[in-house]
């Protein structure tokens, strides 16, 4: 068994304590916050624009000498990229809505030189193209600066603007639904090298418009943008290098091209192609270097992985006899002597297929890279078993976080970009333990929150361009914001989350049937999960709806209500509102009592998806236990019973999330690892992120598969939260079959590390190291010890 030294503890402990600190700005003008702006949103004319296009906007100014600092805020609608002399220092803003438009704060000194300088922007919007969560009013650009001596560099007529026509949009060659914005094709001859450059010539280009000031959020009213600072950090970005070349055709390039160390040349009048593998699932913006070569043209697409004559990916490591689907970019070279392509979004790939075709003029490929973007989460926590296999689904799931984790979390980085509450609530669990970083997970409650509808329900993702309510997914907003509260000390964010909580809660209670106390006919889309038997239908527009979802009496969702009112009623507890805890722990019991006496199925022993005993599921029977309902049998026994029966409806590997929440309510988390099998399937053919279902599947890489991240430690390793806060914790540990396991878990007063090793009579011993502050309990096999900070000892 690896050993965890005390030298290495107390390291570990002070070079990973975090907490969470604001996001790193420098002094803001407390001006800006309660007066409309000097800088003006600027653009090419006072119309409306909203259609596909690429602007670039310059500023030149000069300075006598570099001062110590020089703070701009700068944003866009709908996207930008922001040079100061001709280097690219960010880029955003992070994406909300107009109610709380995002805008970066910097400090640009250090870019800055004695004399003349310049800021530029691209800015862009993909019009009807835009990514499905990217929400517009007009394509527009701000920048303004923090106190007098910056607003040299305000936004105003003085700007200069020119629209990139050597830009087009290009559809995804996919055949499904796909919503992160389109591909692009790139004219060289039309693009203005170097505009980003103190030495371009801008004679030529107009002045901007102004449309109007900014506006802070809450001062005035309008339509405008209501700017509001970004409270999130900005985005990891690092090199990476490709892998490998699987395919090759007619050329193959020297070994030493995909490391930067050799170019690789195309003749003239020549075609090549090569699939060239990252050799793991990926998010970056991709970037090729050539060389002058007048109607070349090089086509570039990225794909999760290949496809065999039926559409049937198979194995991801396999490429034989498989082709590409994906994202595509072309760009058609020009006579510029080096030219550089990079998409203006980055694209999600393990594959890319280049193909290269030449005219008249030979071509050479000088590098070709990416770089590697996604929200700045560091990984604090560490997993380790007596099982390699457990090692590396941990690690999977980390990675399929990661790419899942941007300006907001998505649900999938290739197909979607889109954040749904489904998915969120698991993200936000696997990034407190694996990384102790609260602040995505704000803003993303934050978010469901200033989505809700006049009616009281959360959109079912947001930031999103069009509505879609979900209204379990509402309910799953609920348990996020408990888990959050139980996981970190922050009364002062939680608290006014109370009245959102209440409107979903009253929206639901409008809904029972009066007969059944059940819940009634429901509105909208009531998704809970994707089990075949619930398979999309393109009569319907809908999928995985269980029966009686739509038309009442699905004991599923009424069961789901009552895990929620639960879970509520703690919240409201806690903050001082007894009354509403009451009545909503009151109203649980009732619906929980009534569910079973109509659901329940004597001969089966199980609940059944409606009265009707018509369909039984998985499903049904864990949000029952996950509702506290009271059964006929054991909970633990009922729990038993579904977790390996296959004559059920099956929860994928979304809801067995909620399997194991249920087993672990019950007293049957040591079976967890019996039911993690579905994660080495995808392992074992080839992902390298986990999917949205076993295959067939959609996506490659999804969000709400990555629970294992978060049980491995949770679950198997046993650190809770023990109350509020988090204030104290709770180790219960469950190894199964294996022999020992260490792990650690991020805390805000420190690291919390575990070590625990299994003899043949099924006794544990081991260590807990707590950090100074933390107390706890831990307690096993009906034993309870408490715990103190420091070191403590676990004997058999």
């Not at 624009?49 to 709908?78: L, M, N, W």
């Not at 604090?380 to 296999?389: G, R």
């Not at 294996?738 to 099924?762: C, D, M, Q, T, Y």
């Amino acid at each position: 068994m690896k050993k965890i030294s005390i030298l290495f503890i107390f390291l570990f402990t002070f070079f990973c304590s975090i907490s969470c600190e604001n996001v790193a700005r420098t002094f803001q003008n407390p001006e800006l916050y309660t007066q409309y702006w000097p800088a003006s949103w600027i653009s090419l004319s006072n119309e409306k624009i909203k259609c596909y296009g690429i602007y670039h906007f310059r500023k030149s100014f000069e300075i006598q000498s570099v001062p110590e600092h020089f703070t701009i805020h700068v944003s866009a609608d709908c996207r930008y990229r922001l040079f100061i002399n001709g280097i690219a220092v960010c880029f955003g803003p992070a994406r909300s809505d107009l109610r709380n438009w995002n805008y970066e704060t910097l400090d640009i000194a250090p870019f800055l030189i004695t004399g003349k300088n310049l800021l530029a922007a691209v800015v862009w919007n993909f019009g009807d193209e835009n990514p499905g969560a990217q929400i517009s009013l007009r394509t527009a650009f701000i920048l303004q600066g923090n106190t007098d001596k910056e607003n040299v560099v305000n936004t105003n007529n003085t700007w200069k603007i020119f629209k990139n026509n050597a830009y087009q949009p290009l559809n995804p060659r996919l055949y499904d639904y796909i919503t992160v914005g389109p591909g692009e094709i790139i004219d060289a001859e039309n693009y203005p090298w170097n505009w980003e450059k103190i030495g371009f010539d801008d004679s030529q280009w107009k002045n901007a418009v102004e449309i109007c000031k900014g506006r802070p959020k809450g001062f005035n009213t309008g339509e405008e943008w209501e700017l509001v600072p970004r409270d999130i950090p900005f985005l990891e970005q690092s090199e990476q290098r490709f892998k490998s070349i699987r395919k090759a055709e007619n050329l193959k390039p020297d070994p030493e091209f995909l490391s930067g160390r050799k170019s690789f040349t195309i003749p003239a009048n020549t075609t090549t192609v090569l699939l060239i593998d990252q050799g793991t699932e990926t998010v970056a913006y991709p970037e090729i270097t050539v060389s002058a070569s007048p109607k070349s043209e090089i086509e570039i697409t990225y794909s999760e992985a290949l496809y065999d004559a039926k559409g049937i990916k198979g194995n991801r490591n396999d490429v034989n006899g498989k082709i590409i689907r994906g994202i595509t970019d072309i760009y058609k070279v020009g006579n510029e002597s080096i030219q550089t392509f990079r998409p203006l979004w980055f694209r999600t790939f393990r594959y890319v297929q280049l193909t290269v075709r030449t005219k008249n003029n030979p071509l050479t490929i000088k590098d070709l890279k990416s770089e590697f973007t996604v929200y700045p989460f560091k990984k604090n926590a560490t997993f380790h078993c007596s099982n390699p296999e457990l090692e590396k689904i941990w690690e999977v799931g980390w990675r399929t976080l990661r790419l899942c984790s941007n300006e907001t979390h998505y649900d999938c980085p290739f197909y979607e970009q889109l954040q749904y509450v489904g998915d969120t609530r698991i993200q936000c669990l696997i990034s407190a333990y694996v990384s102790g970083d609260d602040r995505l997970t704000r803003k993303a409650i934050t978010s469901f929150d200033n989505s809700r509808t006049s009616e009281g329900l959360t959109y079912s993702r947001y930031p999103s361009a069009e509505i879609q309510v979900i209204p379990p997914f509402s309910l799953f907003w609920i348990n996020m914001i408990h888990d959050y509260w139980m996981l970190h000390n922050d009364n002062a964010f939680v608290k006014p989350l109370l009245f959102g909580i209440k409107n979903v809660l009253h929206w639901y209670e409008n809904r029972l049937d009066a007969e059944t106390d059940m819940l009634g006919k429901t509105s909208y889309w009531n998704f809970v999960d994707w089990p075949d038997q619930w398979a999309w239908s393109f009569e319907t527009l809908s999928g995985g709806e269980p029966r009686g979802a739509c038309k009442g009496g699905s004991s599923i969702l009424s069961f789901q209500f009552a895990y929620a009112l639960n879970e509520a009623a703690d919240l409201f507890e806690y903050f001082g509102q007894k009354a509403e805890s009451k009545n909503y722990r009151n109203l649980s019991k009732n619906i929980t009592k009534k569910t079973v006496s109509l659901c329940w199925d004597y001969k089966r022993n199980l609940i059944s998806d409606t009265p009707e005993k018509k369909e039984y599921s998985q499903h049904a029977n864990i949000m029952a236990v996950m509702a506290n309902a009271e059964l006929p049998i054991q909970n633990a026994k009922l729990i038993e019973d579904i977790l390996f029966d296959t004559t059920l409806i099956q929860a994928s590997v979304y809801y067995r999330f909620y399997m194991s929440q249920a087993m672990k309510r019950v007293g049957l988390a040591d079976k967890y690892l019996q039911t993690i099998d579905p994660w080495k399937k995808m392992i074992d053919n080839g992902l390298t992120t986990f999917s949205e279902r076993l295959d067939p599947t959609r996506s490659d890489c999804h969000a709400w598969s990555a629970s294992p991240t978060y049980e491995l430690l949770a679950t198997v390793c046993g650190i809770q939260p023990n109350e509020p806060g988090f204030k104290s914790v709770l180790i219960t540990p469950h190894l199964g079959n294996l022999k020992w396991i260490e792990g650690s878990v991020p805390h805000i007063l420190g690291v919390i590390n575990v070590r625990f090793e299994k003899n043949i009579a099924g006794s544990l011993k081991g260590e807990i190291y707590l950090p100074i502050g933390l107390r706890g309990v831990y307690r096993y096999n009906g034993r309870s010890v408490k715990l103190h900070e420091g070191f403590n000892k676990i004997l058999y």
